[in-house]
T-cell receptor
Framework: EPEVTQTPSHQVTQMGQEVILRCVPISNHLYFYWYRQILGQKVEFLVSFYNNEISEKSEIFDDQFSVERPDGSNFTLKIRSTKLEDSAMYFC??????????FGDGTRLSIL | QKEVEQNSGPLSVPEGAIASLNCTYSDRGSQSFFWYRQYSGKSPELIMFIYSNGDKEDGRFTAQLNKASQYVSLLIRDSQPSDSATYLCAVNDLYQGGKLIFGQGTELSVKP
């Protein structure tokens, strides 16, 4: 069965550094999402992406965050200047029309 | 602010019993409803989804939706120790392309 693939599985970064989280959505899916989950807390929506542009973003998704689909297969989340509170699991999800969202295994981001 | 509420548990049931997990949501315009299972440190895994009022059954799982009461539930029959996990209720105000709003999850423990 097709899967959403995320890399790396664990990223450790110094505060203030830039980090890029990578996702390969399921082929032919149209909608792409990033969510995050701080340890012990809810899964929170960050951003959705459709037709090569952001369709919705949350209050969390401020100017430090950006997303890109550079080559038609990868979907990336960039955090420009990381903060301690950015430490979380980051999940990518993709969706086909009228089907539920499927999640990748996540990237654990640890900011030191 | 759209909210999804779940009892955080833990809910403890003996092996072979029925586990009943409940969820309420605040947005009356919500269109699609999902149950995800999340093992500790892992990503959400889709268990069931339901769009219409009533019951939907898939193997040992039954999802129940009551839009008038803004209530969705998940029943797990013949519970197994491997069902022990956190169950996340998620709600979407669209059938496709919209963000998922998650509850905080209910921790289920199935005792042998």
């Amino acid at each position: 069965e097709p899967e959403v693939t995320q890399t790396p599985s664990h990223q450790v970064t110094q505060m203030g550094q830039e980090v890029i989280l990578r996702c390969v959505p399921i082929s032919n899916h149209l909608y792409f999402y990033w969510y995050r989950q701080i340890l012990g807390q809810k899964v929170e929506f960050l951003v959705s992406f459709y037709n090569n542009e952001i369709s919705e973003k949350s209050e969390i998704f401020d100017d430090q965050f950006s997303v890109e689909r550079p080559d038609g297969s990868n979907f990336t989340l960039k955090i420009r200047s990381t903060k301690l509170e950015d430490s979380a699991m980051y999940f990518c999800a993709s969706q086909d029309s009228n089907q539920p969202q499927h999640f990748g295994d996540g990237t654990r981001l640890s900011i030191l | 602010q759209k909210e999804v509420e779940q009892n955080s548990g833990p809910l403890s049931v003996p092996e072979g019993a029925i586990a009943s997990l409940n969820c309420t949501y605040s947005d009356r315009g919500s269109q699609s409803f999902f149950w995800y299972r999340q093992y500790s440190g892992k990503s959400p895994e889709l268990i069931m989804f339901i769009y219409s009022n009533g019951d939907k059954e898939d193997g040992r799982f039954t999802a129940q939706l009551n839009k008038a009461s803004q209530y969705v539930s998940l029943l797990i029959r013949d519970s197994q120790p491997s069902d022990s996990a956190t169950y996340l209720c998620a709600v979407n105000d669209l059938y496709q392309g919209g963000k998922l709003i998650f509850g905080q999850g209910t921790e289920l423990s199935v005792k042998p």
